[in-house]
């Protein structure tokens, strides 16, 4: 794909992010349903427990992902915790419940809206042990060696480069740190006009890679014990049919 392709999907993508920041797009990305009880309704179906829900601040979920990634991560008690695409904050809030005061969780964002807002999020629920970056994942605000646990949660299908993404990855995170990412991948190869529709990659689809290649390009990376932990079909209201059967949530660990 070439740079300007590029920079076009990461504009529309970043525009479409920003307007869900500042709600003035109410719809949810990666999700169905609308307004506050479908955006919970929304959460709890990908995998968010009633308690966890209640436990961090309510402007912190936007209905934007496909798992829960810190349920799966075994996220410790002082680990050092980086989330992708962190969004409202919601998974940045439960990791920073579970690594208590002496961890820290630092979750990075390619939109201003959303990093205002995630801090915000953190002020109001006095979170003292977290902090937003402004980054993108492909070139991450973030040391050399200096991560325990990286979560995602349906983001890096957004990226067109997701080979430099992984690497970056592999990059801030310690020799035997952890990956648990949960993403959108595909059984098989999209219809053309899917993948060249700007919207589509905006929802998650169009981005989506072959679920075999997306393994490979993991192991490519560096990492080993790449493994599928969890997967099921990816479902929601108005999805184009010809995509029925053809795009599945994973949940994916792997070892540096």
């Known amino acids: ?105 630092i979750g990075v964002d390619m939109t201003d809206n959303m990093v205002e807002t995630a801090t915000k999020n953190a002020k109001a629920g006095g979170y003292g042990n977290v902090e937003f970056k402004l980054g993108e994942i492909e070139n991450l605000p973030i040391e050399d060696e200096s991560i325990d646990v990286i979560i995602s949660n349906c983001v890096i299908n957004l990226t067109p480069n997701k080979s430099v993404a992984f690497k970056e990855v592999f990059r801030v995170l310690n020799d035997g740190g952890r990956i648990l990412i949960s993403d959108i991948v595909t059984e098989g190869e999209l219809p053309d006009e899917i993948r060249k529709s700007f919207q589509a990659w905006s929802e998650c689809t169009a981005g989506a890679m072959e679920k075999e290649e997306y393994l490979e390009t993991i192991r490519k990376a560096g990492f080993k014990d790449v493994e599928i932990i969890e997967e099921h079909f990816f479902t929601e209201k108005d999805l184009d049919e010809r995509l029925v059967g053809k795009i599945t949530s994973v949940q994916v660990r792997a070892l540096k």
């Open 1 to 105: 794909m070439d740079n300007l392709k590029e920079k076009e999907i990461k504009d529309f993508v970043k525009e479409r992010y920003s307007k869900i920041a500042t709600k003035e797009d109410s719809s949810c990305s990666c999700c169905s349903g609308n307004g506050m009880a479908g955006i919970i309704q929304q959460a709890k179906a990908v995998g968010y427990s009633e308690d966890e829900i209640k436990s961090i601040p309510a402007d912190a979920i936007f209905g934007l992902g496909c798992g829960n990634p810190t349920a799966l991560a075994e996220i410790k008690k002082g680990e050092t915790v980086l989330d992708l695409g962190s969004g409202g904050g919601i998974d940045v809030f439960l990791a920073a419940n579970k690594v208590g005061d002496q961890g820290k969780v």
